[in-house]
């Protein structure tokens, strides 16, 4: 294994969600495509700045798989396994702030957490993205409790 290729996302709003990863957590376009055996009139890789994490944006009509059932609406809560997912970020407060400028809504302000034994305090903050993905911000740490002193 070789490290995680990419995370994909459905749009509500294809224009809207790509601005927002573009703007806020400049991601770039590294291919477009479309594919109407699938109904995907619009679909991209877009690349984060250490080029080496991804995110797959697929239109609205995009018939691909996917983890769980369609929530009827917004309000509508439905679980599977994939609960959020974290970008390590240089400064929690300033990208939670921008975020927010771009149609995001918090879920957890930014703030300290200590966890477990021994002890490992994290920067971190969590949204919910204009299209509805759950996101933590988060200035980089290591996990590994052997390298913590």
Not at 32 to 56: G, V, Y
Not at 57 to 77: C, M, N, W, Y
Request: aromatic content about 10%.
């Amino acid at each position: 294994m070789n490290g995680l290729a990419h995370v994909a996302i459905q749009a509500e709003d294809y224009k809207k969600t790509l601005l927002f990863y573009q703007e806020v957590l400049g991601f770039q376009i590294g291919h477009q495509w479309s594919l109407p055996d699938f109904h995907i009139e619009h679909a991209c890789m877009l690349i984060s700045p250490d080029q080496r994490t991804c995110i797959e944006l697929f239109d609205t009509g995009a018939v691909i798989p996917a983890q769980g059932e369609r929530a009827q609406s917004r309000d509508e809560v439905r679980y599977g396994a994939m609960l959020h997912f974290a970008f390590y970020v240089d400064d929690v407060e300033a990208i939670y702030q921008q975020s927010l400028l771009y149609g995001a809504s918090p879920y957890i302000k930014p703030a300290h957490l200590v966890l477990g034994h021994p002890e490992l305090v994290v920067h971190n903050a969590v949204i919910q993205s204009p299209n509805g993905e759950v996101i933590e911000f988060l200035e980089e740490i290591s996990f590994d409790v052997n390298a913590i002193s």
